[in-house]
C-alpha cells in the first residue's frame, strides 16, 4: 500500500539549499517534481519517475525505475518523495555526467535542429507534459540560460546551466 505524504507538510526550500543547489535552484526543482507528480500526492511513482527520464533524454527499462525507487526511496512511499528525489540529484555521479549525455538532452529541446533551442523549442517542449507553463516563465527560463543575450541557447549555454543548476 502507498503511503501518501503527509498534507499538513508545508515546503520550505531553505532546508535543501547546498554548496551546488541555491534557494532558487530548489524552487525550480520543485515546480519540475510537481509537474511530473501525476497524483499530486507528493510522490513521483514509477510511471512518472520513468516519463520524466524520457523527457530528459533517457530511455530507462522498467528495471532501472525500480531499482531507482528502490536505492531512494526512504520514506516507503512506493516511489520518490521530493525529500527522496532532492537526495537522489544531490547523490548522482556528477564526474559521471559527461557532455554526451547533455547533448542527448539538449536535441530533445532544439526540436528544429538548429543548433539552439530558442524560445518556440521551449514551447513545443511544454506541450508534452503535464503542468504547462506560462509564457514569462518560459521567458524566464531562456533568459537565464542565454549567456549573450541573442534569444537563443546553444549548447555549451545548455550545457553550463545543466551543471549549475541541476548537478
Known sequence: MRK???????????IYITNQLSYDDVVDLKEVFDTYDSTQMGVLLPNDIKLFLQQNGFNP???????????FDTEETGGLSFRDFMYAIETRPRDNETRKEIATIFRKYDRSGTGYIDL?????????????LDDDTMQLMLKH????????ISFEDFYAAMIRHVY
Open 4 to 14: 501518501h505524504i503527509d498534507s499538513n507538510y508545508i515546503f520550505d526550500p531553505r
Open 61 to 71: 527499462n522498467k528495471k532501472t525505475v525500480y531499482e531507482i525507487v528502490a536505492e
Open 120 to 132: 518556440q523549442d521551449i514551447k513545443d517542449v511544454n506541450q508534452h507534459v503535464k503542468e504547462q
Open 145 to 152: 540560460a542565454d549567456s549573450n543575450d541573442d534569444g537563443r
